[in-house]
């Protein structure tokens, strides 16, 4: 069971748009508003599923980047919005440290994504180091000690 955000999937595809526009009875009890109720997609593997978020959520990361270097405040909403109600691990927590460390207006990914660091239960990947550099993979390495 995936929970995105629907609005990608009105804008890009006419038939999904159609789904989620289809009547089917009190608007709680509609396909696709609660875990009860999910909307199908026949023949779709998790795997394409998947790479469709990625190019959806990771896109935005790039969006999202020069949104913020920019200030299109609008932009940068809506990313977050869309992003932040997708709580499923979409964004790996070294990438959101850094971007909260970077940007101010991520700063509530901080504490969360280091917490998750700490608690899982593999160390840091050789990747992971490098991209957070030796001083904050140090911290989180010894903290997890």
């Known amino acids: 069971l995936y929970k995105v955000h629907r609005h990608f999937f009105i804008r ?5 748009a159609s789904m989620f526009s289809c009547p089917s ?3 709680d009890d509609q396909e696709g508003n609660c875990d009860t109720k999910p ?3 026949p023949e779709v593997t998790s795997a394409e599923f998947e790479a469709l978020l990625d190019f959806f ?5 790039d969006l999202l980047s020069i949104s913020l270097r920019y200030a299109f405040d609008n932009i940068i909403k809506e990313i977050l919005v869309s992003i932040d109600v997708r709580r499923d691990g979409s964004i790996d927590p070294v ?9 101010d207006v991520l700063r509530h990914w901080l504490l969360p994504a280091f917490h998750e660091l700490l608690e899982r239960p593999k160390s840091l990947t050789r990747e992971e180091i490098e991209k957070l550099g030796p001083t904050k993979a140090a911290i989180i390495s010894s903290k997890r000690e």
């Open 39 to 41: 909307i199908y997609l």
């Open 57 to 61: 959520y990771y896109g935005m990361l």
């Open 25 to 27: 009875g009190p608007h």
């Open 12 to 16: 890009e595809s006419e038939v999904l």
């Open 95 to 103: 990438t959101k440290v850094i971007l909260a460390l970077k940007h």
